[in-house]
């Protein structure tokens, strides 16, 4: 077949819905086939082949939305990340191919992963651009995505992370006073996070979150959103909207001092919760030596002894507290300071996550929180999932829990959303994010079929799902794209 006669009287036919491919709204092999050459030939600069490409591409478009309007799944979407070898002319027309090939009509873009996919020419927040080879100061990744991908049918999401600001950040005294500390003094860059190398010498695979209570954390983070809500994506995802989750054993917050909340400022708003003075004091020993003593009740009594009882927001002091014994009243006071200071730091993640989102909904721009289904669990009588993740409370317009569970069948998948769906309000879509392959297992998961066959059975409310990741369904591409070199 020569380049010239390609994609000719191309339209959808009504027998393909009878294959299966299309009822995942998938391209045929054929006209896959057909798309590249001429988009290939298109490259060249042929005008002839260039308008043929432009109406393979719209008739693609048309038949998606046409069978995503007869599908159960309305919205299927996939996450990607862009490199530096995405400026070449033609390689995000292929990216985005491969998308629509697949029958998605919408696609997560990573607008902010420690680096911003904004134009170093023009790019005023605090971190680094992705693009920094000489010649591509101007050029706007994240903008040109939109546009390509819009011409594709896909609607386009900004994908961001959150309270993980990136190694970089951390490099200045300024950002370095931002960061999260626990009570043993470390940040989450010498802590280690599952998933990501354990690094000490600052580098880009490294991980640094910071103290959501920060006021310079919270201003450069908004500055950042602003500029990627100006590119006006179809919306915005928030991840890591969390803190991370520790090692082994580190993984269960038991103990004040595994909580993220000794940076100044979070200090400082704790203290502010104090309703007397006795309260004020009580917290700051708690948090200064890990725990409180007897004896700190007894000197606090001492000190303060026109004050009954330590008082902080939330607390209701026991009605016969001032006739306790010592012993009796210990137990009660030290969980109380437990489950306060536990509630500060999950408290810290929501509002971050409220001040980030609200100016996107300001904009009709669709807010997005990325979470896992277990992160906001208890365990135990006193510990808690240390990655305190309180997105019950999460307040976006969608939801998007990363139902990853690995036991090798579908119904632990389908356990975590229906979890999350008995906690959401009637106003907020649940959009699973699912991570496999087509057609094979992957990781202790089994198809993306079967997980989504699975999801309609049992949970016919769902109508949207995304697909954890592009990486995954093309090695190959993703291996070229990220490792080459710009000349």
Known sequence: MTSSSVGQGYAPQPTLAQSPAADYCQIPPAEVIAKNSLRLAAQKGDRNNQAKYSEIIKKHVTYVQQCRQKS????????????????????LEEIFDRMVNRGYNQVYVAAFYGKALLPRSSNQTAWNSVLTTRGTDKTDLLADSIQKGRERGLKVYAWMYSLNFGAEYGVTPEGQSAVAINGRGETTLFAGEEGFQKATDGNSGSVLFVDPYSDKARS??????????????????????????????????????DLWIYGDESRQTLAALAQNSKGTDLIDRYLTKGTITINDLK?????????????????????????????????WIEWDLWQLTLAHASQGVVSFLQKAAAPVEQQKLKSGAVFFPEANQPIGRRGFDSRLQAWDRFTTSEWHPMAYATCNRSNCITDQVRRVLSFAPATTEVVPALAGNWSKPTEGRPSLEDQMDDIHRSLPQIRSISHFAFSWQEPELDYYRSSCQLK
Do not use: H
């Open 72 to 91: 159960w799944l309305k919205n299927q979407a996939i996450w990607v990340r862009l490199y530096p070898c995405d400026t070449r002319p033609g390689a």
């Open 299 to 331: 000197e606090v009594d001492k000190l303060y002894p026109n004050e009954v009882s330590p008082l902080w927001q939330g607390r209701t002091p026991l009605q016969d507290e001032s006739t306790m014994s010592y012993e009796d009243k210990f137990a």
């Open 220 to 257: 450069d983070y908004e500055r950042l959103v602003a500029e990627v809500a100006r590119r006006r994506p179809d919306g915005i995802l928030f991840d890591y909207i969390r803190f991370p989750r520790g090692q082994g054993a580190q993984s269960i917050a038991s103990r004040v001092q």
